[in-house]
């Protein structure tokens, strides 16, 4: 699917990303001339009664998130229905997942802990503050970007 041209705009390179519910991927955005990520919504193997539940479960976090302005939330852009799937056109966020720190350098420090620790904090307190549960916080979820930013992600 690489390569793959989604609602006339959004290019798919790499897969950046994977889960129980689809993929994520980088993508140029060819219309405003940047990288944002998609993350695919696969509903091609389900019947017609869950694909509909699986719809509303995805707009519902699309339309929750993008109502949501914090540099410790990733910002949702669009979404879109197309070959049989859903898409949501995100932020793309240059990180590594917390899971994968933990996985490649072991325990954080208490200084590290405590830094991702506040910008949870802040994230979720921008969240709960707009109506909005995360459901599923956990170190997966959680991206560190290069420059310290944390930024909490997948409201699904």
Known sequence: ?????IAGRYRLGE?????????????ADEMLDRRVAIKEMR????????????????????????????????????????NDRLWIVMELVPSRSLEQVLIDEGPLSPRAAARIGLGLVAALREV????????????????????GRIVLTDFG
């Not at 699917?1 to 041209?5: E, I, T």
């Not at 897969?15 to 993508?27: D, E, H, L, S």
């Not at 869950?50 to 914090?70: K, Q």
């Not at 707009?130 to 979820?141: A, E, F, S, T, Y």
Request: hydrophobic share 40%.
């Open 128 to 147: 709960h503050a707009m109506g909005v549960l995360h459901r599923d916080i956990k170190p997966g979820n959680v991206l560190l970007g290069p420059t």
């Open 15 to 27: 897969i950046i990303g994977q889960g129980g519910m689809g993929r994520v991927w980088q993508v």
């Open 43 to 82: 509903m091609d193997d389900l019947d017609a009664e869950d694909s509909r539940i699986r719809r509303e479960r995805t707009l519902r976090e699309a339309r929750a998130t993008a109502r949501i302005d914090h540099p410790n939330v990733v910002r949702v852009y669009d979404v879109v229905q197309e």
């Open 1 to 5: 699917m690489q390569g793959l041209l």
